[in-house]
């Protein structure tokens, strides 16, 4: 490369660092859930045929260990424990999947705790995921109310005063 190529500024525009607050990605969507576009459609789609792809999966797999305990022959009190603690898990980990895509948990809470027992009952989160992903991206509500109250408290912010305020009359004391 030349002197001369290496001094000239790049061709285009200057892209300026954005002002104000800018929306979180979300997984597998990024940003696009804030005008639902760069395929964001075409996400949501696949993402609620993998999920539940994924669940009838899962159960089919849990169908050939449960038909193994059979043959086994471990006992009926195995096999239904089995049953229930697949059942259980499932449960509570559709409840709190479910519940983490319309609030952020507390600091001090026990989500951590939870992993295994959300990782057991996998069938369940990704049910909850699929019938979210149906309706918008799971946690978009969320971050959308988020993202819009922080851009409301930028404005109001950002907006300017009328009049001076040094200039003001002082208020009357009672």
């Known amino acids: 490369m030349s002197d001369e190529q290496r001094e000239q500024p ?9 002002t104000g607050p800018q929306p979180e990605p979300i997984r597998f969507y990024g940003t696009t859930w804030v005008h639902h576009d760069g395929g964001y459609a075409l996400r949501r789609a696949g993402l609620a045929l993998g999920s539940i792809l994924g669940a009838f999966s899962g159960a089919y ?3 050939f260990a449960y038909e193994g305990m ?3 022959n471990v006992g009926t009190l195995l096999n239904v424990s089995v049953v229930v603690l697949f059942g259980v898990c499932s449960a509570i980990a559709f409840i709190k999947t479910w519940e983490s895509f319309s609030r952020r948990p507390a600091p001090s809470s026990d989500e951590a705790a939870l992993k295994g027992l959300k990782a057991i009952g996998f069938i ?15 946690g978009e509500k969320l971050h959308r109310t988020e993202y819009e109250r922080a851009l409301a408290d930028h404005a109001r912010r950002r907006s300017t ?3 001076n305020p040094a200039a003001r009359r002082p208020k009357r004391q009672k």
């Open 10 to 18: 790049p061709a285009g525009p200057r892209s300026e660092a954005p």
């Open 61 to 63: 797999l849990l169908r």
């Open 70 to 72: 059979e043959i086994g």
């Open 124 to 138: 369940g989160s990704l049910i909850a995921y699929f019938l979210r992903t149906l309706s918008e991206a799971p």
């Open 161 to 163: 005063r009328t009049g």
